[in-house]
C-alpha cells in the first residue's frame, strides 16, 4: 500500500499542468460540476488544498467560505500548495489515528483530498479541452474509497447521484460515475 503523500505527489503531477493550461479566458467557462465555472472550481481546489492540509497537521480546517484566490500568480501558488500539501501528508504519524472535524481515520481524509485533486483535475481539464490522463496507482487507491464514501457523500450533497455507465468502463470512467458526473461530459459549444 502506497502513501498518501505518494499518491498525492503523482496526482500532483497530473494536475499541475491542467491548471497551468488553464487562462484567464477560461474563467468564466461551465464545468462538469454545474454549481461552479472554471473560476469557481480553481478556488474551491485551492480551499480543499489548503484545509487538507491544515487536517494532516492535526490543525482546524474551515471550509465556511470560499475566497477568491485566482489572482496574481495563481498558478504557481497552486504548484506550491499542491507541494506544500504533499509534505504536510509525508509527515511521519499523517496517516495514524483520527484527523479533522469529521471524526475519520487520517488515511481516509487522506485519500479524500486525493480523490478532490485527481477528479477536479478532470473536471479542468474539460472544461478547458485539456487532455487528462490520472496515474493508475491513484485511481486504484480512490476508486474503492469513493465507493465506501458515496453514500456519505451523497446524504451531504457533495456527490451527486451515480451516473449510470455501460460495462467496460475505465476505472476512471467509473469513479467519475460514482462521483455523479458523466465520463463523456463535453462543453457546449461556444
Known amino acids: 500500500m502506497k502513501k498518501i503523500s505518494e499518491l498525492l505527489d503523482a496526482a500532483a503531477a497530473r494536475a499541475r499542468p491542467v491548471v497551468r493550461g488553464t487562462g484567464d479566458v ?3 467557462a461551465p464545468t462538469p460540476c454545474a454549481e461552479y465555472d472554471v473560476r469557481a472550481l480553481l478556488n474551491h481546489l485551492f480551499l480543499v488544498v489548503v484545509n487538507f492540509r491544515a487536517l494532516a497537521a492535526r490543525q482546524p480546517a474551515d471550509f465556511s467560505g470560499t475566497p477568491d484566490v485566482v489572482t496574481g500568480d495563481w498558478h ?3 504548484d ?3 507541494a506544500s500539501l504533499v509534505r504536510a501528508w509525508d509527515v511521519p504519524g499523517a496517516e495514524d489515528g483520527v484527523t479533522g472535524g ?3 481515520p487520517a488515511r481516509t481524509v ?7 485533486l485527481t477528479v477536479h483535475a478532470w473536471d479542468l481539464a474539460r472544461a478547458t479541452g485539456q487532455d487528462f490522463v490520472p496515474d493508475p496507482a491513484v485511481v486504484g487507491e480512490v476508486g474503492p ?3 465506501a464514501l458515496a453514500p456519505q457523500a451523497r446524504e451531504m450533497k457533495v456527490f451527486g447521484e451515480p451516473f449510470p455507465v455501460p460495462p467496460g468502463v475505465t476505472a476512471f470512467e467509473r469513479v467519475l460515475a460514482v462521483t455523479g458526473r458523466d465520463p463523456g461530459w463535453a462543453p457546449p459549444r461556444r
Open 145 to 147: 474509497g469513493l465507493a
Open 80 to 82: 506550491e500548495e499542491t
Open 26 to 28: 477560461d474563467l468564466t
Open 76 to 78: 504557481g501558488r497552486f
Open 102 to 104: 469529521m471524526g475519520l
Open 110 to 116: 487522506g485519500l479524500m483530498v486525493l480523490g478532490d
